[in-house]
């Protein structure tokens, strides 16, 4: 008996320590003591002082904050969920790492036990699992600092394994698996990931219901309704909490329901005057078609605003010559108004994926096949606004949510886990070789023709130009190089994604003919696959990412104005970040930083400025209506004592009518 369950759980185990190397081997600056420069987290650290100097001060959680906005509530920025047990099953999720690594573990967890419970086999899914851990969209999440994103992402894979087991009529097992991966799910704390994998899974739920019901198996399909409704309550339930305050923080919120009455001077980019955002402000960052064509070939579009150049590229040798020293350049040239780099899947998944399309059988094909293709429109948002907008105003929640192009999270999942359930089957051989080989035949034409394309006529089809070219251009970029150097791009990046597509379609044709076993198929593929998105991913996350503590720490040091501030307000020079009269005596307006979008200022002072994607909806209008308008009596109002102006000048506002006053008379106004 000992020896049988050996055997069984030894894949199993070498997986984990498999997910664990190659995890430390991409990340291991973090075992150096070094942290990723993130964008949100320096943001995030900026609007929470006040709050970790609180919670460091008295062990206990505060409710509001006056850093920001000239204050606002604060579960929404930082607040620790001491009652919820499962923040101890998502350590182990990580093997009990720190991030990046034990993210990236979770990750691969997450989709190794997804496939293990599909049947597929454990060293195909190890592989899988691995290559999917390390896809560009994860790397690129984290590197901006998505880190809530990219953990509610590693539970997807046990949401969607709880589903399709207790459609397979494992109720038992199916139920605890939905349960568990739902509250995890949950407990990550990014409900828009939640609600487009919502979106996916409705529609295999309704592809599954239409079957049962023609099959006259209706008992069956309440069974199951019954088990995933429960587990669903169970996993809303484990997060009440965080979730019943979010929903009613919603209500006051620019995602709520609107305060003004709509003019014809309203902003139609404003959510002023609509119930959840406007559909301009909602719909900014939305997918063009070569968005969705970077899946496959990463740098189609010019993969990110600031990508790594060779010393021999055209912008090189062109900044050279006017004597700067550039290693970045603003190669993207999409519809997104800037990205860090493209949602890549990998060529191999890709090609994997078509051909499941040609060969795979049963349901599952049908679901990952039209689940792939409403999330892509989906994500272009308005460049397909014929079918975006009536989504957006008709789908529950739907307009509650920005950054369509985010939505590409769930076909990260979907594409990779086609492509290897068709591959699973061919090994098992319930796709035959006969079978295989006619795919074959029409999924690497597809997938060459595509890829052929854009290395030949790509090049010469599109003018390369990107919406900021002439912004660049006056900051004295050449940008006639910049294009160049985005052909070469596409170029490059298409042959070689064709190069691995036939590759793993001769490995395919090589094994379906008994010329290699199913192991050398496992590992070739795997090895193709790993390099594939290990050296897309290393463009855009790499050791260059990681910095020391202390380097990372300097957006925050302290300005000369910083400390003119608190000369004047009698702050301790050992420690400014408190005042001997508390921190609530004053608000500043810093002009010289992106006022409305960076929280550097509030990691010292109460401001009126700051950055959080869920602003109170009346501070809001303020912002619009009076404050961006430079209305005094508003800003005297607010407090603001001291004025930041671009050149990082201090000025003090004598108007300014201190935290408190009384109201004289109250004048009634139509609207």
Known sequence: MGPLILKKGLPHFVALLAFIITSVAYFYPQLEGKVVQQGDITVYKGMSKELSDYRTQTGEEVLWTNAMFGGMPAYQISNT????????????????????????????????????????NPWLSMVGAIVFGLSSNHLILFEAGHVTKVRTISYFAPVIAGVLLTFRKQ????????????????????????????????????????????????????????????????????????????????????????????????????????????????????????????????????????????????????????????????????????????????????????????????????????????????????????????????????????????????????????????????????????????????????????????????????????????????????????????????????????????????????????????LILIAAIGVVALLDVWSVGKRYLGADSFVSPTQNSQSFQLRPVDQQIFTIEGMDAENPAVSKIGRGGYRVLDMSINTFNASTTSYYHNTIGGNHAAKLQRFQDLIDRHISKGNQGVLNMLNTKYFINQQGQLQQNPGAIGTAWFVESIKKVAT
């Open 81 to 120: 969920a001491k009652g919820n047990n499962l923040r101890f099953v998502d350590k182990v999720y990580s093997l009990f790492f720190d991030r990046p690594i034990g993210y990236f573990i979770g990750l691969m967890i997450g989709f190794y036990l997804l496939l293990v419970l599909m049947k597929v």
């Open 171 to 518: 109720y038992l097992m199916g139920g605890l698996v939905f349960a568990l991966g739902m509250g995890m799910n949950i407990f990550a704390n990014h409900p828009q990931m939640t609600y487009y994998l919502g979106i996916s899974l409705f529609i295999y739920v309704l592809i599954e219901a239409i079957n049962f019901i023609k099959n006259q198996q209706i008992g069956e399909l309440v069974k199951i309704g019954v088990i995933l409704l429960g587990g669903l309550l169970l996993g809303l339930g484990s997060s009440t909490s965080s979730l019943w305050t979010t929903y009613e923080y919603s209500k006051d919120t620019m995602r709520g329901e609107s305060i003004l009455t709509k003019t014809a001077n309203t902003d139609s980019s404003s959510s002023s005057a609509v119930d959840g955002l406007a559909w301009d402000y909602s719909m900014q960052w939305s997918n063009g078609f070569m968005d969705v064509v970077a899946g496959m070939i990463p740098g189609v579009v010019g993969g990110g605003s600031s990508e790594h150049i060779s010393p021999t590229s055209n912008t090189a040798i062109s900044m050279r010559k006017k004597g700067a020293k550039v290693d970045r350049a603003p190669m993207y040239w999409g519809l997104l108004p800037f990205t860090s780099g493209p949602v890549y899947y990998g060529a191999v998944f890709c090609f994997l994926f078509i051909l499941g399309l040609v060969v795979l059988k049963g349901p599952i094909k049908w679901w990952l096949g039209i689940s792939t293709l409403v999330i892509l429109l989906l994500s272009m948002g308005k460049n397909f606004e014929v079918f975006n907008r009536i989504l957006f105003d008709t789908l529950p929640l739907y307009n509650k949510f920005r950054a369509p192009s985010s939505i590409t999270s769930v076909t990260t999942l979907l594409i990779p886990l086609l492509g290897l359930l068709t591959l699973s089957d061919i090994l098992k051989g319930v796709i035959t070789p006969s079978e295989t080989i006619k795919g074959l035949k029409i999924a690497a034409p597809i997938m060459g023709v595509i890829t052929l394309f854009f290395a030949l006529i790509g090049p010469s089809m599109f003018d390369f130009a990107a919406l900021g070219d002439g912004r660049l251009q006056q900051g004295g970029w050449d940008v006639s190089a910049l294009v160049a150097d985005r052909k070469a791009l596409m170029r490059t990046d298409a042959f070689r994604s064709f190069i691995l597509t036939a590759i793993s379609a001769g490995l395919i044709w090589a094994y379906s003919t008994k010329k290699i076993s199913q």
